[in-house]
């Protein structure tokens, strides 16, 4: 991992490549997706096992906030999650704040607490 600085991005400030980089060092190479589960209810569906499931439901290894470096309105939220159904690790990326949708604010708020901070090197 390159960690250089780069003059447009505050010192210390990881970049969602390098999170996502060290989430999939970690085992979590998957993306779950905001859905709605056939009542109508905002969930996570798993790409891997192809199911719907409550937020709730996911384990939640850690979860990390970014912000732009030219604009700090680009807010991001990762979560490293466990599915419920098949224990497929991934990752939910999504926006927060202003710019997130009511479906994926719903499934913010959901998510259980995370067990521990982001990784900062692989298992």
């Known amino acids: 991992m390159n960690h250089d600085p ?3 991005i505050p010192s210390g400030a990881l970049q969602l490549i390098e999170v996502l980089q060290l989430a999939e060092a970690n085992g979590h190479a998957t993306e779950f997706e905001v859905a709605a589960d ?8 798993c790409p891997y096992c192809e199911v719907e499931s409550s937020a709730s439901s996911y384990e939640r290894a850690w979860s990390l906030r970014l912000e732009g470096a030219s604009d700090p309105a680009d807010m ?8 419920p159904n098949c224990a497929t ?5 999504a926006p927060f704040g202003p710019a997130a949708s009511q479906r994926q604010a719903s499934v913010l708020r959901a998510l259980p607490k995370a067990q521990c901070a982001i990784p900062l090197s692989p298992d």
Request: include cysteine; glycine fraction near 12%.
């Open 6 to 8: 780069d003059p447009g």
């Open 38 to 45: 056939a009542s109508g209810h905002d969930c996570l569906w």
């Open 76 to 83: 991001l939220h990762v979560s490293a999650l466990t599915c």
């Open 89 to 93: 690790r991934g990752v939910f990326i």
